[in-house]
């Protein structure tokens, strides 16, 4: 019977086997291995967090385009930035990107810090990006330990501590940076992320592939599919938006968002948010206007079929009420005017443009055209 392998020396398997798959396995195109720009490994990081890899290229691909260096993206305007990054959710990180490249052009002479610990200091970068940034750009022995690196890491050495408790998430940290091969940290660092997106797989794992395979606890046990350990689960709530579009003399009343909520920084037509569904008949709209509004007088274009978005943790409902007025009313005097051909300037949550890309706003002979 062979001599069990102890845990060091598994530990020293991992590692080799990692670097080997990577130089002879690793097949992941992504546009920024082995990149050394801190600023462009900084914003490709950022813009996979809470972003699929297939939608992240092309948002990286513009966002770079747009603004090829920190000192370029430092100087754009809000809106600009803003609307490069309609689409991708969670805008508080377009938000701190602004902040930081801001930050180390005027206060650190636009030379990106070289350091972990003053990257961890800036303002939306957590221990994993510092970590890539530290590795990637400069050569830094600091392991990255995202969702891929947690699930490996839990299935090869077998661990059932959950992956998302303070505990779990030190200790995985600090198992990521014991098994991390220090002299080549940016090249093990992205093979072991490319491992678990392409081998060690969340759902179907390709094990008969794997080059781990003798070692893994998870496949010696049958608990590939049991690891790695959540101890919270996801509470998903409902929320119902419905948008008033009110038009008048080619013109559109439109609001930006401030609170510190969802799409924070982006547009949006009048919004009356209710804690459950209404049913919108032409009396109900007309009582709505008249009590809530004071508008007496005004034309109803368009009552919109539903429309759905699903975020991490919430599904929005939304429909679209289009009313013509011949004048502003005092009540809709704090909204912004534009002009109907401006909205595609400006930036919009993913539910408002699958309406505007099924009903564009068009004026012909005076008359509001809305068709699929």
């Not at 809470?50 to 966002?63: E, I, P």
């Not at 939304?318 to 011949?326: R, T």
Request: with cysteine; aromatic share 12%; proline share 4%.
């Amino acid at each position: 019977m062979p001599t069990p392998i102890s845990k060091d020396g598994r530990k020293k398997f991992f590692t080799n086997d990692i670097m080997l798959w990577n130089q002879q396995g690793n097949k992941r195109i992504m546009p920024w291995k082995g990149e050394k720009d801190p600023y462009k490994i900084w914003i490709s990081e950022i813009i996979l967090q809470q972003t699929r890899v297939a939608q992240g290229l092309l948002y990286y691909h513009n966002f770079i385009t747009q603004f090829p260096t920190l000192k370029t993206l430092a100087e754009a305007e809000d809106n600009a930035v803003f609307k490069m990054w309609e689409g991708l959710g969670y805008y508080s990180r377009c938000k701190n990107i602004l902040i930081t490249a801001r930050h180390i052009s005027n206060n650190l002479h636009g030379r990106f810090p070289d350091t972990y610990d003053e990257i961890l200091g800036l303002k939306g970068i957590g221990p994993y990006t510092a970590a890539a940034i530290s590795s990637f750009a400069y050569g830094l022995p600091h392991a990255v330990v995202d969702g891929n690196v947690f699930r490996v890491l839990a299935r090869y050495f077998g661990e059932t501590l959950a992956i998302d408790s303070e505990k779990g998430k030190l200790y995985f940290t600090g198992l990521a940076n014991e098994v991390l091969y220090k002299s080549d940290a940016a090249s093990y660092n992205q093979a072991i992320m490319d491992f678990g997106a392409t081998i060690c797989k969340p759902q179907i794992a390709e094990c008969q592939e794997c080059i781990l395979q003798k070692n893994c606890s998870a496949y010696k046990n049958g608990l590939v599919n049991k690891l790695p350990i959540k101890e919270k689960k996801l509470q998903k709530s409902r929320r119902w938006f419905y948008y008033f579009i009110f038009l008048c003399n080619n013109s559109v009343l439109i609001n930006k968002r401030k609170e510190k909520d969802i799409w924070q920084n982006l547009h949006e037509f009048y919004l009356y948010e209710y804690e459950k569904p209404i049913d919108w008949t032409h009396d109900a709209i007309n009582r709505w206007l008249k009590e809530q509004l004071g508008i007496k007088k005004y034309r109803l274009l368009q009552l919109s079929e539903k429309f759905h978005q699903q975020l991490t943790h919430q599904l929005l409902q939304g429909q679209f009420i289009v009313i013509d007025l011949k004048v502003i009313p005092v009540s809709l005097k704090h909204l912004e005017c534009i002009k109907v051909l401006d909205l595609e300037l400006l930036a919009f949550p993913k539910l408002i443009n699958n309406y505007l890309q099924a009903y564009p706003l068009k004026r012909q002979k005076n008359e509001l055209i809305t068709k699929k």
